[in-house]
């Protein structure tokens, strides 16, 4: 586990504009936060590293931007309205909910062991404790009464109601009228809208098996007690790709894409010795799946937790929505075994015959991403002359800031319109945000970038413009050059302007 807590992680955040409270103002809103000035392009860079990767530099991938709000029908036959449900139970005394698995899995081990022993099952098959819990909520409530768990708000023993099933979707209405036909879900995954357009993406785009759509957006789940910052959140964002492919060829896919998905986590500086890879058991996997490789990265205070789930979705979704489409007379189903193809099928690539592909899904969460991406870059280092520094050292293409460009002295025309000239210079490079830094002590400037990770800050002084400071001459020879510092090393190198451009782009791209 890292050497750094949660704690400070989220002090950095809301310290340095990362990420806020949502309605901070008004008290907060558990489960929602608002992304600040460099949050926001830490965001921005992850996503386009992840779209980069993952469509940019392969042939056989599509992108997507699907609604938010879908269809309650769709949402009925992927399977979300009977099953995308969190087990909750209420304690009496003090009205808090919780959700039942995290309430009992943050038990001390010995009150584990008696609701274990209350329902008449090994406490070693965790997933196989909770559908019993699940299954049986009488005998449950006595369970975790007689065992002694304890609220984890007030500490002390609770007075515990049947546990029942929470669905988490986010109900809405639709127009103005309200009734059975007038409302909708917000998703709770992009899934959906992936599979809901995978015939309109084909048809499109003339693609044969296998091929992928890849969607970035935002998901909404009505967690029953969201928590541990940004890890567990009501309002989310997903880097989701649904990979099509030929029946039978799907377990080698699924392969392909954990390796693919392991590599691109160590490209942002996430490392694989990190990441435990969870082959989920059968009797834990989500209703959808054949097989699912959960990673678990090791966060700050929590252990290892999933930062991204590889499933093999089978023919699941496809299968399902194909068939709601020909109970609805809609299109000819593929079991009839008719000529035409079918609304969710593509034509085989050797008899021409409709099939409906095998899926693979790699899905990452960015709240998730970026907590994995600062934890791993968060340092806190002692100098050669004792001081103490916060450094984090996100990859380049991940920083925030790439270049803070600072003039010595604010008040001075000559220094700011090179300051401002070279800002302008380098922004034209299109490497990301360049920041002109005229905030005053350059050692706090330095500072404060080290702990946002900007890696290169370029000091534009007095002999840059061949002015003498207050207590000595210009150096001739360092007219038309500039300092650049390196956010790692701390190392100083003087540079000409001239050469600036080139020098700061071999170094970021």
Sequence with gaps: MPAHSMEELVSLCKRRGFIFQGSEIYGGLQGFYDYGPLGVELKNNIKAAWWRSNVYERDDMEGLDASIIMHRLVLKHSGHEATFSDPMVDNRKTKKR???????????????????????????NFPALVQALVKRPAQASAALISA???????????????PRPFNMMFKTTIGPTQ???????????????????????????????????AQIGKA???????????????????MEIEFFCMPGTDEDWHA???????????????????????????????????????????YPSLGFEEIEGVANRSDYDLGSHTKSQGELGLVASVEENTDSVAK????HPDTNKPVVPFVIEPSAGVDRALLAVMSEAFTRETLANGSERIVLRLRPHLAPIKVAVIPLARNRDEITTVAKSIKADLQSLGLGRILYEDSGNIGKAYRRHDEVGTPFCVTVDFDTVGLGGEDKQSDP???????????????????????????IRSRLV
């Design 344 to 347: 969710l099928s593509i034509p």
């Design 477 to 503: 020879a360092l007219l038309n050059t500039v300092t650049v510092r390196d956010r790692d090393t701390l190392g100083q190198e003087r540079i000409q302007i001239a050469d600036l451009n080139a020098w």
């Design 179 to 213: 009734g059975e036909d007038s409302y909708g879900y917000l998703r709770p995954e992009t899934a959906q809208g992936i599979f809901t357009n995978f015939k309109n993406v084909v048809d499109s785009t003339s693609r044969r098996l296998p091929f992928g759509i």
């Design 98 to 124: 919780y959700r039942l698995d995290h309430l009992v899995k943050e038990q001390k081990p010995a009150i584990q062991a008696a609701v274990a022993a209350a329902m008449g099952e090994s406490l070693e």
């Design 256 to 298: 392909h894409w954990l390796e693919k998905r392991l590599s691109w986590w160590e490209a942002q500086g996430v490392p694989r010795s990190k990441i435990e890879i969870l082959d989920v058991p059968p009797e834990d996997l989500a209703h959808y799946s054949k097989r699912t490789y959960d990673l678990m990265y090791d």
């Design 220 to 238: 909404f789940r009505n967690e029953i007690t969201p928590r541990n910052f940004i890890f567990r959140v009501r309002e989310l964002e997903q």
């Design 148 to 162: 002694g768990v304890r609220d984890a708000f007030s500490g002390e023993v609770g007075d515990w109601t049947d």
